[in-house]
């Protein structure tokens, strides 16, 4: 089974930029449906980006569009999540998740493997 670690959380102010990184072993990364997920305290996980296994179709939540891009280095076994313009309302725990499957998968329960999660913060 494939484990995962994300990096690059921390405080940035509105308006600012953000890598986050995903990297993981123990698997055939290339095989995983791959996302991004995040929870603010007191708050549900919600879905922010995913990308797929075959061909790197991507998915965003509506309020990732335009601002955030999802990526994927299957020779680095790393899952990217570049996020710009950020907003006071990004502020969260943002989690990694991988599922074997093929297709673009937008659910907290479509996911069989999550990592730890990074913090994002974010000041006025």
């Known amino acids: 089974q494939v484990q995962l670690v994300e990096s690059g959380g921390g405080l940035v102010q509105a308006g600012g930029s953000l890598r986050l990184s995903c990297a993981a072993s123990g698997a055939t990364f290339s095989r995983y449906g791959m996302g991004w997920f995040r929870q603010a305290p007191g708050k549900e996980r919600e879905f922010v980006a995913a990308i797929n296994r075959p061909n790197s179709g991507t998915s965003y939540a509506d309020s990732a569009k335009g601002r955030f891009t999802i990526s994927r280095d299957n020779a680095k076994n790393t899952l990217y999540l570049q996020m710009s313009s950020l907003q006071l309302e990004d502020t969260a725990a943002y989690y990694c998740?991988?599922?074997?499957?093929?297709?673009?998968?937008?659910?907290?329960?479509?996911?069989?493997?999550w990592g730890q999660g990074t913090q994002v913060t974010v000041s006025s």
């Open positions: 998740a991988a599922v074997l499957s093929s297709t673009i998968v937008t659910t907290v329960r479509g996911y069989d493997y």
